[in-house]
């Protein structure tokens, strides 16, 4: 169980009875929500419902809409993952898809004759939302002859100055101990690849693979590539010594809005940051700052779980991947260092009657449309190989990371999210995965070794919305079966009993995967 006193008593709360809140431990409270508090009885039944099954004959109830009364009709096309939540009002499917429109809207650089559609720039990855979540589904690295688009890395250098940031004073007060990291003061956060006219791009990513070969039971052999990152033409001076590079690619969009409506409590309850348990599993939660709230909250989103919130993550990819400022980020140069002067000085989209370069109309209608795309049916819920596959995932111990389901809290003002029983797969925490998915570049509490449990629904569409079957934070598995065999540390005693296992079972757990 866990140790803290805090994550103790978050459980102790799931099943309605008191306990003790130590006065240091971290107060995480869900400060977007509208929450109705849940009665006793109320958090009895959630703790029975949500609790892991061990009947594997037969689909569990209501498994089959992984997304409660939010999901949507099965799609055969590469729209699958574009529909409005089904329990959407008719007058708020308007806001759906206006959002929409912003989302694929592709900004220009100014100054324009189109006011509502200038400010790209003048460091960007790319034009638009919907150019790096393709199909609001994932990205993918780029070829051989591709700029920008669907992933980029993630920049950073270790801390020498004195000050501190208010997650880092926060921290400290708590006695949790982190890594403390920069933007690079001259690249930033990020390696912008693209630019406006007049102004030069930063460098260019180069990913080469090296292959080495896995046997598993049965005979069976596969290759697992490694990426090896490098940025060609630096344009703005040498590269530190001690830089670090972290890939990110853009990950699908289905579900933020019910994730976003878990209470932070139930998410806390599963974390065991000091494997008190002795099962291997040592999940911790990351706490973000919330610029919104300037506040401490729960880290819900991004490959490190950094962001709090959908409205957060949006911002922050509005300024860093496309340099649109916005209400959370005024900066009109978006990613521009200060050494990076010509880029500051540049012509930027400010200065008419929106504010910042999209307002807060704009920044709300993407936000409430990220929140509302739709999850998918499952696929073969029933089938006998199915529920192998489940009975396999769970008796591995897939389960403890991708825990299966939650329901979300009741809340006054977000109908579509209220009160959900959802099978997202994810708990949302942090896990060490080992040294060969490490990439060395620690964000908030994570380390250089952690990541986010990622969600699975809809995983198995991926090849129908996206036209690959590209996994993990930087696309390198090219199968589900790759991904899991890439799986190590907290994670490696799961990956070796798929091995080790008979085919016909990997089999069914590829299939059982496949179907969420």
């Known amino acids: 169980m866990p140790c803290s006193s805090k994550y103790l008593a978050a459980m102790a709360m799931l099943i309605g009875i008191a306990a003790p809140v130590a006065a240091d431990a971290p107060v995480l409270t869900d400060l977007h929500l509208s929450v109705v508090p849940r009665s006793q009885g109320e958090a009895k039944r959630i703790s029975a419902v949500t609790r892991l099954t061990d009947d594997f004959s037969a689909p569990e109830k209501f498994e089959a809409k992984p997304a409660g009364a939010a999901t949507v009709r ?32 592709l900004w220009v650089s100014s100054p324009s004759s189109t006011l509502a559609s200038d400010g790209l720039g003048p460091l960007y990855n790319s034009r638009g939302c919907q150019n790096c979540h393709l199909k609001d589904g994932r990205g993918h690295p780029p070829g051989p002859d591709e700029r920008g688009g669907s992933m980029f890395l993630r920049l950073s250098v270790p801390a020498d100055d004195a000050a501190t940031t208010e997650i880092e004073e926060y921290l400290a007060g708590l006695g949790r101990d982190m890594t403390r990291t920069r933007p690079d003061p001259v690249y930033g956060d990020q390696l912008q690849e693209l630019s406006v006219q007049g102004i030069s791009a930063e460098g260019r990513m180069r990913i080469d693979y090296t292959e080495t070969t896995v046997e598993l039971s049965g005979g069976e052999k596969v290759k697992l590539r490694k990426p090896i990152y490098a940025i060609d033409d630096p344009a703005y001076g040498p590269l530190r010594d001690d830089l670090m590079i972290s890939p990110r690619v853009a990950p699908q969009m289905i579900g933020l809005g019910l994730l976003e409506a878990v209470p932070s409590d139930d998410i ?69 260092s200060e050494t990076q002067t010509t880029c500051r000085r540049a012509p930027h989209g400010d200065g008419d009657a929106r504010g910042t370069e999209i307002d807060t109309e704009g920044l709300d209608l993407v936000t409430f449309y990220s929140r509302n795309l739709g999850v998918p049916p499952r696929r073969d819920p029933g089938n006998r190989q199915v529920l192998r596959g489940k009975q396999v995932f769970y008796q591995t111990g897939c389960a403890n990371c991708h825990h299966p389901k939650f329901v979300t809290a009741r809340l006054t003002d977000r109908p579509e999210q209220s009160f959900q029983l959802i099978w997202p797969y994810t708990d949302m925490l942090l896990h060490d995965m080992g040294e060969g998915l490490a990439d060395n570049r620690p964000e908030g509490l994570a ?70």
Do not use: Y
């Open 74 to 105: 099965l799609r055969d096309d590469a729209d699958a993952f574009s529909l409005p939540s089904e329990n959407i009002s008719f007058e708020r499917e308007l806001d759906f898809k206006v959002g929409n429109g912003l989302f694929r809207k």
């Open 447 to 516: 380390n250089g070794r952690e990541w986010r449990t990622a969600p699975l629904w809809g995983i198995g569409l991926t090849k129908q919305v996206n036209g690959h079957s590209l996994f993990l934070h930087d696309g390198r598995a090219r199968s589900l079966l790759e991904a899991i065999l890439w799986h190590g540390g907290e994670a490696r005693t799961a990956r070796d009993k798929v091995l080790r296992m008979p085919p016909e079972d990997r089999a069914a757990l590829i299939r059982f995967v496949e179907s969420l």
């Open 268 to 336: 806390l309850a599963l974390a065991d940051p000091d494997d008190a348990d002795g099962d291997g599993i040592s999940g911790q939660a990351q706490i973000a700052w919330s610029s919104r709230f300037d506040a401490p909250m729960l880290g819900r989103f991004g490959w490190k779980a950094g962001m709090p919130t959908i409205e957060e993550q949006s911002a922050s990819a509005f300024s860093g991947d496309l340099g649109i400022s916005n209400p959370l980020h005024p900066a009109a140069w978006g990613d521009c």
